[in-house]
């Protein structure tokens, strides 16, 4: 009883926020605290079940110690009256005993009961601190949570961002591709007009030509003639 009285005073006086602040884990060490809490106040609660029951079977005993000093009462004075002093003696005698171990059925009464109060008292508390201490979890788990959320958001977030980038990219030399070949066209469209016009004059040239041919040929008629 000692050994869960002084495991429950290094609980309740204990500061959870202080421990955990210090902890490297937080939530790894409140669930050690409160795997803690709960087995204390599972043996507290078999102790003050065992107290009660010694109560209810200390409550049955002074009952009958109490029963056993009226019985003796009455024989005496029973006896008292039919003048049998000897036996009346006896039966006060008898009597006194019943009460001296009525006395100390009273003080283990008296004592147990002040044990099961203790008992029942640190209980309220050790579940009030529990609750706490559980609350305390939940707020943890749920920031530790969020904190994975964000931390998984910012990642997508990057690797959209690494995406839009290689897209733009993509894009880009998508459009370089279409102007090289666009210039590259019309280059070669400029080259096969230029070619065009160089057979055009070359031809205009030859033609030119014939006709000289043939304005010769003339001149030499005329001069035959005369």
């Avoid at 003696?89 to 044990?115: F, G, H, I, T």
């Amino acid at each position: 009883m000692p050994s869960i009285f002084s495991r429950f005073a290094d609980i309740i006086s204990s500061n959870i926020n202080a421990m955990l602040d210090k902890a490297e884990n937080p939530n790894k060490m409140l669930k050690l605290i409160i795997a803690e809490m709960e087995d204390t106040l599972v043996e507290i609660k078999a102790s003050c079940a065992q107290a009660m029951a010694d109560q209810a079977k200390g409550a049955r005993r002074l009952t009958e110690a109490a029963e056993k000093r009226d019985m003796w009462l009455k024989r005496a004075e029973t006896a008292a009256a039919k003048g049998r002093d000897d036996l009346a003696k006896e039966a006060l005698l008898e009597k006194r005993s019943a009460e001296e171990n009525l006395a100390v059925l009273q003080e283990q009464a008296n004592d147990l009961e002040a044990v099961v109060n203790r008992y029942r008292t640190e209980i309220d508390q050790l579940e009030n601190k529990l609750h706490q201490a559980r609350e305390k979890e939940q707020l943890l788990t749920h920031r530790e949570n969020r904190a994975q959320k964000s931390i998984k958001a910012s990642g997508q977030i990057k690797q959209y961002d690494l995406t839009e980038a290689r897209i733009k990219l993509e894009r880009l030399d998508s459009r370089m591709d279409r102007l090289e070949a666009e210039a590259e066209l019309e280059f070669s469209g400029r080259g096969r007009s230029d070619a065009v016009k160089a057979d055009e004059r070359e031809k205009a040239f030859q033609e030119l030509d014939d006709s000289l041919d043939v304005e010769l040929r003339e001149l030499k008629d005329r001069l035959t003639v005369k």
